[in-house]
Structures are given as structure tokens and as C-alpha cells.
């Protein structure tokens, strides 16, 4: 199908949802068929990013070609995976691609340097963290990255690891506490580099969405606008 956009979901679920609900609710459409095709794939076997990155666990990759692969088959002209995590193996899945593919951190800080603010706050997992996913492209643009204290990040790992235990009320007392540590420090807006923090601060993100940059909406955005590149129509992201 043309223009059909293959998720490459499961890391964890959770965050595959947010990303289905964000399609549906930034495309601009005024009936079911107006909206974005998309094939998603939720299968979460796929081993622990944070735990191979950091511990020396099974690498995701094999598993995650295997499933971008499936995406392929089936049809998807682009694939997008709501993880930041992953997305360390994101040259290896895109050089395996016959297809388009939207990297999350790209996508995200496009909208880090729209924003014009220069002292950028951080949160997500150790092992983005580790691997300077994000600081290295906040410092290359001559912004100032803030992470958290090593007493912070674990906090922020603790309230990760309660969400995909579904626990949310203590995941988001424990989030949101790290992100008023971050504006304390001085942060003008934060990253919210793993795409379960959006879900976690789904509250403090509607109340001060200037506050935040939300990595799964990023890269949503960036999806729709390949969508309607594709398929030559315009106006179909909800401003």
C-alpha cells in the first residue's frame, strides 16, 4: 500500500501505544480513511536495550531486523521505531532497510533547535544516557545539555522500569520529581529522550507543553510529513 508506515513497536508497548494514539490524534482527519496507514508490529520479545548496551545482555538487533523485515513484507514504505534506546543500532537496522526509515533522535532535535532555547534538560534510559545519544547532538549544536545527578538517573531508570510494570501513579510521582530537579538546575526544556517519559508526564506535558520535547511526537510528526511527501498532499498535521 502506498504510503503505508511500518512501527517497529514492542520496546515496551506502552510506548507503541502513544505512538498509534499520537498518529490518530495529530493527523488532521475528518473520517477513518483520511487517516495514516500503519502496520505495527508490538512483539515484546525483544531483548532489553539497556540490559545489552550496559550488562553485556542478548543483543536486540537480530530481533529487530527480523520484525523491521516482517514490516517490509507486508508493505511498509517507512519505518519508525518508538524507542530511543534502539536506536544505537539505528545504522545497522537502516543499512538491512529496502525502505525509508525516521530516526527519533534527528527528528527530536529538529525540534529542540526550533524551540530557540539554549539549556537543554535530559531524561532518559542509562544506556542513551551512556551512549550519548543525545547529549553529543545537543553539545555539536552549541547548546548546553543538563542531565541528571547519578542519584537522579536512577530514579529516572526506577520510574521507567515501574511504567513497563504498570505501575504509572509511582512511575510519575518519581518522573516528575527528576524533571523539576532538571528546571532547578536550569534547564529551559526538556528532552524526554525514552518514549515512555511522554507517558509518564502525559500531565505535565499538556499543562506546559513549551516545557517539553516529546521524542515519540517528534518523530510522529516527522512521519506524517514523509506521509504527506509521499503521497503529495499537505496539511494533514494538526498545528
Known amino acids: 500500500m502506498k504510503g503505508l508506515i511500518g512501527v517497529l513497536g514492542g520496546m515496551g508497548p506502552a510506548a507503541t501505544v502513544d505512538m498509534f494514539n499520537k498518529f490518530v490524534t495529530f493527523t488532521a482527519a475528518g473520517s477513518d480513511q483520511e487517516h495514516i496507514p500503519l ?3 508490538s512483539i515484546p520479545d525483544i531483548p532489553d536495550r539497556t540490559t545489552a548496551l550496559m550488562h553485556g545482555g542478548t543483543s536486540p538487533l537480530p530481533t529487530m531486523t527480523d520484525y523491521m523485515k516482517r514490516l517490509e513484507k507486508a508493505g511498509a514504505e517507512c519505518i519508525v521505531i518508538p524507542c530511543n534506546t534502539a536506536h544505537y543500532w539505528f545504522s545497522e537496522l537502516k543499512e538491512a532497510s529496502d525502505v525509508d526509515m525516521l530516526s527519533i533522535v534527528e527528528t527530536t532535535m529538529d525540534e529542540v533547535v526550533a524551540s530557540g ?13 551512556y551512549m550519548g545519544l543525545y547529549q553529543n547532538s545537543i553539545e555539536a549544536r552549541g547548546l548546553e545539555c543538563i542531565s541528571p545527578t547519578e542519584e537522579s538517573q536512577q530514579r529516572v531508570m526506577e520510574s521507567i522500569y515501574a511504567l513497563k510494570a504498570g505501575e504509572l501513579p509511582r512511575a510519575t510521582q518519581m518522573m516528575v520529581e527528576q524533571a523539576e530537579a532538571l528546571f532547578d538546575r536550569g534547564a529551559e526544556i526538556i528532552v524526554l529522550g525514552c518514549t515512555e517519559v511522554p507517558v509518564i508526564l502525559a500531565d505535565a506535558v499538556l499543562q506546559n507543553p513549551e516545557k517539553y520535547v516529546d521524542s515519540t511526537g517528534a518523530l510522529v510528526r516527522a512521519g506524517i510529513r514523509w506521509y504527506e511527501k509521499r503521497m503529495g498532499k499537505n496539511h494533514l498535521l494538526v498545528e
Not at 532555547?117 to 544516557?129: F, H, V
Open 39 to 41: 502496520i505495527i508490529s
Open 117 to 129: 532555547k539554549r539549556r537543554i534538560g535530559l531524561l532518559a534510559t542509562n544506556a542513551t544516557m
